[in-house]
């Protein structure tokens, strides 16, 4: 499905039916990094309506500016009103599990429980990381994708790879900052 925004379209694909499940990318990725991961899991369970978004500058999602954080969080809120969600799951990896913690903030009597992976109550990044993405993209992009994911994981890892070197390098940027600002002590 694509929902039409005001500077831009959000992307998303929906599985099932139930109670919704809103699946949130982690930086620099897209929808199919999750929906790969999870859906052999998710494919024979009949009560979870799984809604994995592409974020704002991600995967199919498109946007005229580099988004900032209020951006994502306006465009999940937009999923949400396009499907008629009243209570819901969040579901985030990394970046996405920070942005699942924005939304408690703001939807706390609509969320019913919370799941996320990989994801700290800080985001800790580097400068050097900002300077990778500057002066080696590509680099970068092989660094990040090593560092993530395990060897076990090949399959996945050489998705992310491939979703990473498509997103712009602003919004990659973007990621990071809003991750350096997450902090949920």
Known sequence: M??????????????????????MHGGGLDHRHMEDALEPVFENTKNWMRTYIDLPGHGRSVTEKVPALNEYIDAIHMVMQEEGVKSYIPFGHSMGGGICLELLKSDM????????????????????????????????????????????????????????GRINSGVLMSDLQICTSMDYT
């Open 109 to 164: 009597n609509m969320i019913e429980g919370m799941l996320l992976i990989s994801t700290g109550s800080v985001f800790p990044i580097p400068d050097y990381y900002f300077n990778m993405v500057d002066n080696d993209l590509e680099g970068f992009i092989d660094f990040l994708v090593r560092s993530v994911f395990s060897r076990k994981t090949d399959l996945i890892a050489e998705i992310a790879k491939k979703g990473i």
């Open 2 to 23: 694509d929902i039409e925004l005001p500077n831009g379209r959000i992307h998303a694909v929906k599985h099932g039916s139930g109670t919704p499940v809103l699946i």
